[in-house]
């Protein structure tokens, strides 16, 4: 009797079904820089957030149904270091906010996260398309307004391919545009990575119910370990209407000390009909470097320094907008960075 009311107890407590194994995780970035940008003749000095790593504050748990089964979820925000605006002055959850369930298929997610062609883009830029010396500056969406090829999208459902395919991934997601003006598309990314070697494609293209026009990318890069250096290339041309946009980029990241040293080039050229005012190249150089304090913890500094012609109106991240046609943005900053 004294057992049958033990299990009794058991099972009221796991509401009548099987324990499963699950695990909540509690993780974050706080990133600061004191950071000096300048575009034309206006110059800020200023404390800044996510000079390196997007500050951010998270929680994301996972759970084994069994059989190889397991349910997650994942919920992310951005956090400004230097007001403590949390969302990015965004969605709360702007970051991320996915279900999803995985096992020998693969795995699905559903949610706002990014776009397989923005992860695909991030991996062939030293600084993952964060902080001063990021490529992202030099990504037009053409005058579109669809721009989560390479960013992140709303009512989106994924798919990854499992992850003992012998090196060789991919992904393809959807977006809903749900009868709104928000954006809907499609992309797809395969790749391979395998010991030194690093190779990707991607593809995506968007719309939405306001313009229904799509903007169209498509993207390949490739890098290769050399344990003393690692180069990566990578090319991107995006279309809208009669506009297009090539974007490349040559880097280089090495191991010096206790930490790492990288340096990239990108070119950036718009061309398109008489009249629109993107018509233009901008070419940006940046380099920098990270030291490690700990497994946690680091100091880095960047400069990057970009160049514009024509119509193009690039800035560095952070800088003043350019107000005039051909106009140079440069900026350099020391910060530190603490992940938990």
């Known amino acids: 009797m ?20 699950s695990s909540v995780t509690l993780f974050g970035v706080l990133d600061a820089d ?36 397991k349910a997650g979820f994942w919920l992310e925000s951005q956090v400004d270091t230097d007001t403590g605006v949390a969302g990015g002055g965004s969605a709360f959850w702007g970051r991320r906010a996915t279900v999803s369930l995985s096992g020998d ?10 776009t397989v062609s923005r992860l695909h883009i991030e991996d062939f830029d030293p600084t993952a398309f964060t902080g001063l010396g990021s490529v992202s500056v030099l990504y037009s969406n053409l005058g579109s307004g669809n721009g989560t090829s390479f960013g992140r999208a709303d009512n989106l459902a994924s798919y990854s391919l499992p992850n003992n395919l012998g090196g060789f991934y991919g992904g393809v997601d959807v977006s809903a ?39 169209k990318l498509a993207s390949i890069g490739g890098a290769f370990d050399f344990g003393v250096v690692r180069p990566s290339l990578s090319y991107t041309e995006s279309k809208y209407q009669a506009r297009k946009e090539k974007v490349w980029t040559a880097s280089l990241t090495a191991p010096l000390g206790q930490g790492q040293l990288w340096g990239s080039y990108t070119d950036a050229k718009i061309t398109g009909e008489t009249g629109y005012t993107g018509i233009g190249q901008g070419k940006l150089l940046a380099a920098g470097y990270i030291y490690n304090l700990s497994k946690r913890t680091a100091l880095y500094t960047t400069y990057s320094n970009l160049k514009n012609s024509g119509g193009a109106r690039f800035a560095v991240g952070g800088a003043p ?9 440069s900026g350099f900053d020391v910060g530190v960075r603490h992940s938990f």
């Open 177 to 215: 545009g749900e009868g709104v003006g928000t954006n809907k598309g499609q992309s797809v990314r395969l790749g391979y990575k395998q010991g030194p070697l690093h190779v990707s494609g991607a593809y995506a293209n968007t719309s939405n119910a306001n313009d229904s026009d799509k903007f």
């Open 34 to 69: 004191l950071k000096y940008v300048k575009t034309g003749s206006l110059t800020v000095k200023k404390l800044d957030s996510s000079g390196l790593n997007t500050s951010r504050l998270g929680v994301r748990g996972t759970e084994d149904l069994g059989g190889g089964l």
């Open 2 to 21: 004294k057992k049958a009311l033990i299990a009794l107890a058991v099972l009221g407590l796991t509401g009548g079904a099987a324990v499963a194994q």
């Open 321 to 329: 907008a350019a107000t005039a046609n051909g106009q140079k943005s």
């Open 105 to 114: 298929f693969g795995e699905v997610r559903l949610g706002r996260n990014k």
